[in-house]
């Protein structure tokens, strides 16, 4: 009796899975990438704008950009 060879089909798998674990660290880096480009798009040209602002926030989830004054007061 002759014991076949699974050795293709598990190589098969791993390549799906090591294709499939490639694109979500891309879409990962892209996204982080992303994020780190809107918070500095709003440091600089929005709450950079206002001489009284001294920090800001930037909501991701809402994709808006928070100006906080010294007081605690939301400028923009």
Do not use: P
Not at 18 to 35: D, H, K, M, Q
Not at 41 to 58: H, K, L, Q
Request: glycine share 4%.
């Amino acid at each position: 009796m002759v014991e076949k060879s699974h050795w293709k089909t598990i190589a098969i798998i791993f390549i799906v899975l090591f294709v499939l674990e490639t694109i979500l660290v891309i879409w990962i880096f892209s996204a982080g990438a992303s994020i780190i480009n809107n918070e500095i798009e709003c440091s600089t040209n929005i709450c950079g704008e206002f001489e009284n602002a001294v920090s800001y926030r930037y909501d991701d989830y809402e994709q808006i950009c928070y100006c906080v004054d010294a007081d605690g007061e939301i400028v923009n």
